[in-house]
């Protein structure tokens, strides 16, 4: 196995598959990981969700602004 790491998304200008995922970002930084196209579409929108599910609950509640 490989390292394991985090990439911002914000970051990622693309993501092809022929066969192996290559992330290419803004700076031209390029990334083959292990990780599918569909797993890391997955994943991003999960992160998403959960990132407007906290920005959701930290809007309704007083205590956490």
């Known amino acids: 196995g490989g390292k394991q790491f985090l990439l911002n998304e914000d970051q990622i200008e693309s993501v092809s598959q022929s066969p192996d995922t290559i ?13 599918s196209m569909d797993e890391i579409m997955e994943e991003i929108i999960k992160f998403n969700r ?4 906290i920005a959701a609950r930290r809007s309704d509640s007083p205590d956490l602004q």
């Open 23 to 35: 992330i290419v970002l803004n700076n031209g930084h390029t990334y083959i990981v292990q990780e």
């Open 50 to 53: 959960n990132s407007r599910r």
